[in-house]
Every structure is written in C-alpha cells, then in structure tokens.
C-alpha cells in the first residue's frame, strides 16, 4: 500500500520527484527501502552514465568567476561589469575607472555571503559594442569543452 507519508519519506530521503517516487513506489509494492535503492542506483547509473566533468551553474566558485573576469578582460573591450538579479542591476562597475582589484572586491563580498548567491545572480562584462558577455555561461563552455 501506498501512503502520502511513504512517498514523502522517499522524497525527503532521495531529493526525487513525485513522479519518480509514486513510480518506485508502486513498482516495489510500497517498500520503502526498496524505492530508496531504485532511484538511488537510477541516479548513480545517470550520473555514472555523463562526462564527469560536465560543469553546471551550482559548479561555478569564486576563482572561476575572477578568472572569467580576466580572460574577457584582456580579450575585449570591456566597459563594465554588472551583477543583476531577476533582470535588476544590483551592482554597476566602470571598467574604464576600475583595476582588477577594484572589480573583483565587491563581487567577492557578494560571493562570499554564501556560494548559493553565484546561482542567484548574473554576472555579465558589457563591451564597448554594447555586447553583453554573461560570466556563467563563458565558464560553462570554457569547461565542457
């Protein structure tokens, strides 16, 4: 039998979806330990399964983030570097009146309250032809190549 506190117990236990736990559920007859151990075991062979160093926004660090900095820096023609959150500017830096350090200190203070914040928030270098280079999705593609 299949109980909402069974379902909420895998859920809770596995960080699966409804769906997927109704489904382990109902193919293990609603054991519990039995659910835990399919979806589990499908997780383990999906991850087992991708490049292990395929790198997602909740990989990216600090160091990434200053390196990406860098490298469009000395690459471009950088005018400045916003931090935005939900389409919002949170934090508008000059690039033609900053140096590096200048840069990097106020972005590491947000960083720093917490690694969950470099989710949360889009960091992008606008160049002089007003091209917007979102930092996140550079470290992406420089790491899964």
Excluded: C
């Excluded at 895998?10 to 039995?34: R, S």
């Excluded at 160091?63 to 471009?76: F, P, V």
């Excluded at 990097?104 to 032809?129: E, H, N, Q, R, W």
């Amino acid at each position: 039998m299949i109980t909402i506190e069974k379902v909420d117990y895998v859920m809770n236990v596995t960080g699966a979806e409804y769906q997927v736990v109704k489904n382990a559920l109902l193919d293990t007859d609603g054991d519990v330990e039995k659910a835990v151990e399919i979806i589990r075991a499908s997780v383990s062979n999906y991850k087992h399964d991708q490049k292990d160093e395929f790198f997602k926004f909740e990989d990216i660090k600090f160091e990434d983030i200053k390196k990406a900095i860098k490298d469009i820096w000395n690459t471009t023609n950088a005018t400045k570097i916003l931090v935005e959150k939900d389409g919002e500017t949170v934090i508008n830096i000059s690039l033609t009146a900053a140096s590096l350090g200048a840069i990097l200190a106020p972005i590491a203070t947000f960083i720093g309250m917490g690694s969950g914040l470099i989710a949360d928030y889009d960091f992008k270098i606008v160049t002089a032809d007003k091209e917007e280079i979102n930092i996140k999705e550079y470290i992406l593609n420089m790491k899964n190549k």
